[in-house]
């Protein structure tokens, strides 16, 4: 591991984000020079450095503790940024792109030769969005370069949604951070492999499968097969137990009778060791016998059926539960509706 850096912190409001704000005009030399800058997106903070340069993306690599195997998404500004880092846009593609982008949408592109190889892991495509956040966007646009960027969390752990997240992860790790408040989607973008017929849906995220129908008909939904190693699957990161917290992930049907039996379960066999049990509580779940049970520690996580407030909720509940002491987190798992189907694929993964 390299020596500590001191990270510097910039403050931005989004609807500021102009060229010329002193922070992004600051991030954007930091690029420039070969650092790393975690910068807000409208899904998570990414981990952000020039995609074509191959000592920052090392260094990404490095501050994460990302296995080399798992490769990064490259962040442009606009259309004319994709041609410094991959083929053209296939003509079907564009149509797609022009209604999800700026947004939380990344595609599988056949990669530009020269882009260097850490990036994509060594396969051929690479993965390609550009962000909705008006300060991702102003900085890539200033910096002038493509920007890999994953989530700016270390591997593994869950992503971060706000400036203190990424500091609990990665301060004296990176160069700066470029704090614009908390994300307003919460969960990353969705991945989807449209250079296959029918397109295949490789990560689920923010914008939904019924979404990506309604605009280009039937996907294919991808499920890693189990007891394959990370390397050898077709989007390697999607393997491993992630987003994960270092308690027990204890996940029950989507349905208030079962979350106060498994309530009640936990709090019997944890409470005798003197353990916490903590919950992500959907509004007005819990019953009296829940709320005045001793050892119960719990997450206002938002209203059941409203996916897109638990999901920007999702990872801030995860990490204000995540306590020393907290032995066992209990979540309701949501529907394969919308953003559910995003959802459960990050609680599926942080329970593995
Ligand atoms: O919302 C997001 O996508 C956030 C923000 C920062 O943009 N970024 C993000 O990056 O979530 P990361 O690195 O945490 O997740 C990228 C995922 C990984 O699961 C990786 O394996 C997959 O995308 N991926 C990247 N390039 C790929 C490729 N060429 N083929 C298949 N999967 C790829
Ligand atoms: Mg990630």
Redesign the pocket.
């Known amino acids: 591991m390299s020596d500590p850096v001191n990270t510097r912190r910039f403050n931005i409001r989004p609807q500021d984000a102009a060229s010329r704000h002193p922070a992004i005009v600051e991030c954007a030399a930091i690029l420039k020079r070969g650092g790393l800058v975690a910068?807000p997106?409208?899904?998570?903070?990414?981990?952000?450095g020039s995609a074509l340069d191959a000592a920052a993306i090392a260094r990404i690599f490095e501050a994460k503790e990302?296995p080399s195997w798992?490769?990064?998404?490259v962040?442009v500004s606009d259309f004319e940024m994709i041609a410094r880092i991959a083929a053209e846009l296939p003509a079907n593609v564009r149509t797609l792109v022009e209604r999800f982008w700026p947004g939380?949408l990344?595609i599988?592109l056949k990669?530009a030769s020269h882009l260097p190889l850490p990036v994509?892991?060594g396969?051929?495509?690479?993965?390609v969005?550009m962000?909705a956040h008006t300060v991702?966007r102003s900085l890539i646009a200033v910096a002038n370069l493509p920007l890999a960027?994953?989530?700016?969390?270390r591997f593994g752990r869950t992503?971060p949604t706000t400036a203190e997240h990424v500091l609990l992860d990665l301060d004296g790790r990176i160069d700066a951070i470029l704090d614009a408040g908390p994300t307003s989607?919460g969960?990353?973008?969705?991945?989807l492999?449209v250079l296959r017929t029918p397109p295949l849906l490789?990560?689920p995220?923010?914008i939904t499968r019924e979404q990506l129908e309604d605009a280009i008909g039937p996907i294919e939904i991808y499920s890693a097969p189990q007891r394959v190693q990370p390397e050898a699957?077709?989007?390697?990161?999607?393997a491993a137990r992630h987003y994960a917290p270092q308690a027990r992930v204890v996940l029950v049907n989507g349905q208030q009778e079962a979350l106060l039996e498994a309530i009640r379960q936990q709090v019997a066999t944890e409470g005798e060791r003197g353990e916490y049990v903590a919950v992500m509580a959907p509004e007005g779940w819990l019953d009296q016998a829940a709320l005045s049970a001793g050892g119960l520690v719990i997450f206002d996580w938002g209203t059941w059926g409203d996916w897109t407030q638990l999901a920007q909720n999702l990872f801030s509940g995860l990490r204000y539960l995540d306590k020393p002491g907290v032995n066992v987190i209990i979540c309701p798992l949501p529907p394969e509706e919308g953003l559910g189907l995003a959802l459960r694929d990050r609680l599926m993964r942080a329970a593995r």
């Open positions: 910068i997106t409208e899904t998570v903070y990414g981990l952000a990302r798992d490769p990064l998404i962040h939380p990344t599988l990669r994509t892991a396969l051929e495509t690479v993965a969005r962000p991702a960027a994953p989530s700016a969390n992503s989607i969960v990353e973008s969705t991945v492999d490789l990560r995220g923010g699957l077709t989007s390697p990161g999607l």
